[in-house]
């Protein structure tokens, strides 16, 4: 059966109205027409099937059959994928497959090593690829909800920034983050749904709302002499919110490490191999997966 994304903003009592690009695809692409059923999430865990009632030209109703809350969330922790930015088209294939396998959020950072090398319009735009990938994952693989991925930041001033006293920064205890800050607009998420998406001004700041907000383990994966396995971290936490901090290609500094040491992320070790940056991630998420589900 066809799955497709509208913003929770497109549901309105027993319709679903889709427009944009997903509205193309309806109707162009998958060719389906009136009567034909279809299931439709909204990304925030709620998920939709229905048979289209309407068809338009650039647009469609969707009448809503039934409709169900997903309990990944409730069986798994909440993941933050803090990843710094990889050269070329790397970054777009954690983006796909951290979606795949269950991550809540991903905060790419700029580190001493970080070999790109990019603009702000080049950040916010790279950002929104990554936005719009994750989407694409989610539809493929099953997923109700889309994880956030904040704009592109320092590693040094989230490091810096999660030595504050936790207790001093509210957040919001389903998700991980502060909502004033860590989710995505109205106007934002229906630019998503008709692919025209792009970051605000307000979202310069949005990183604020990581997880170190809710996390009760933070995790930063190094080639040092001080690293613990991964299996022995992830004793320590509780196992609803995990942070994990994957370098750059020639991994990240001494001093980058030092820094999360004294702010309290544990180094950790992720075997007696030496994984590439675009690996590392998706392999501390598979690591996680099979320790929780």
């Known amino acids: 059966m066809s799955r497709f994304f509208v913003p929770k903003e497109f549901v309105k009592a027993d319709s679903i109205y889709i427009t944009g690009k997903e509205a193309h695809h309806i109707l162009d692409v998958m060719r389906l027409k009136v009567s034909d059923e279809v299931v439709v999430f909204d990304g925030t865990g709620r998920e939709y099937t229905g048979i289209v009632k309407a068809a338009r030209r650039k647009s469609l109703e969707v009448l809503i059959k039934s409709a169900r809350e997903s309990s990944c969330r409730e069986r798994g922790p909440l993941v933050t994928l803090i990843q710094a930015i990889t050269k070329k088209d790397k970054m777009d294939y954690i983006a796909g497959k951290a979606t795949e396998l269950g991550v809540s959020r991903i905060i790419p950072v700029t580190t001493e090593r970080t070999i790109p090398e990019w603009n702000d319009a080049k950040k916010a735009s790279m950002v929104q690829r990554w936005r719009k990938l994750a989407m694409e994952a989610a539809k493929q693989c099953g997923r109700a909800d889309i994880p956030e991925i904040n704009p592109i930041m320092p590693f ?45 001004n307000d979202e310069k700041n949005s990183w604020v709302a990581m997880t170190a907000w809710g996390s009760d383990l933070e995790l930063i994966a190094v080639l040092s002499d001080k690293a613990i396995k991964l299996k022995d971290a992830l004793k320590d936490g509780s196992g609803k919110n995990i942070t994990v901090a994957i370098g750059p290609e020639g991994d990240f500094t001494p001093e980058e490490a030092e820094d999360a040491l004294r702010a309290g992320f544990k180094i950790v070790s992720l075997g007696p191999r030496v994984l590439k940056s675009d690996t590392a991630g998706l392999a501390v998420l598979s690591m996680i997966n099979y320790e929780f589900f």
């Open 156 to 200: 040094e001033e989230l490091v810096r920034h999660c030595e504050e006293p936790k207790a001093t920064k509210p957040f919001d205890k389903s998700s991980g983050f502060r909502p004033e800050q860590g989710r995505r607009t109205k106007q934002s998420q229906k630019e998503i749904a008709s692919g025209t998406s792009c970051p605000r």
